[in-house]
T-cell receptor, first 112, second 111 residues
Framework: ETGVTQSPTHLIKTRGQQVTLRCSSQSGHNTVSWYQQALGQGPQFIFQYYREEENGRGNFPPRFSGLQFPNYSSELNVNALELDDSALYLC???????????FGPGTRLTVL | TQLLEQSPQFLSIQEGENLTVYCNSSSVFSSLQWYRQEPGEGPVLLVTVVTGGEVKKLKRLTFQFGDARKDSSLHITAAQPGDTGLYLCAGARNYGQNFVFGPGTRLSVLP
């Protein structure tokens, strides 16, 4: 176990709806990154939060947004869900900007 | 276009065989990592390499970072069914930046 937790485990939504996914980072970690992993592919970087500010973003549209809270937990929000948003959403935490990051188990989102 | 390419995409071998999987890029990375991911779970970090030419061993697994820091390999000796999983490489272009993942090599070790 990495100490990184995510909720919910599974989620089913319909096209056009909005979703919020949550991540609790490992104790002492102040950086959280979010990834989208489609079936059969590697994780794709969505964005990263460091000390409550976004400090890196991948090639995802603005309807993907996030927050990091003072306790360094984080949320990923996706508006206007599309069928292609169906994927495993992973968060990873690390201390500062060190190399070693630890992944949570992911949230499996299905958009119908 | 993938920044990181991995080969082979799929590999199915018998228990006890040796194998090597590759991670290649045209870009230079400050650090490169290898992960193993099992179905329904998040990736688990196996190793981080940061120096060109570096070789690291983790029991039956040997990792090598290319001299030019553009490629890496993972060699498994005497594979076991427990090695089955998706092997992902990930690289960071500069210290502190996000990691870019390759598409992975799906390994199946048959008993």
């Amino acid at each position: 176990e990495t100490g990184v937790t995510q909720s919910p485990t599974h989620l089913i939504k319909t096209r056009g709806q909005q979703v919020t996914l949550r991540c609790s980072s490992q104790s002492g970690h102040n950086t959280v990154s979010w990834y989208q992993q489609a079936l059969g592919q590697g994780p794709q970087f969505i964005f990263q939060y460091y000390r409550e500010e976004e400090n890196g973003r991948g090639n995802f549209p603005p309807r993907f947004s996030g927050l990091q809270f003072p306790n360094y937990s984080s949320e990923l929000n996706v508006n206007a869900l599309e069928l292609d948003d169906s994927a495993l959403y992973l968060c990873a935490s690390r201390q500062g900007l060190t190399d070693t990051q630890y992944f949570g188990p992911g949230t499996r989102l299905t958009v119908l | 276009t993938q920044l990181l390419e991995q080969s082979p995409q799929f590999l199915s071998i018998q228990e006890g065989e040796n194998l090597t999987v590759y991670c290649n890029s045209s870009s230079v990375f400050s650090s490169l990592q290898w992960y193993r991911q099992e179905p329904g779970e998040g990736p688990v970090l196996l190793v981080t390499v940061v120096t060109g030419g570096e070789v690291k061993k983790l029991k039956r697994l040997t990792f090598q970072f290319g001299d030019a820091r553009k490629d890496s390999s993972l060699h498994i000796t005497a594979a076991q069914p427990g090695d089955t999983g998706l092997y992902l490489c990930a690289g960071a272009r500069n210290y502190g930046q996000n990691f870019v993942f390759g598409p992975g090599t799906r390994l199946s070790v048959l008993p």
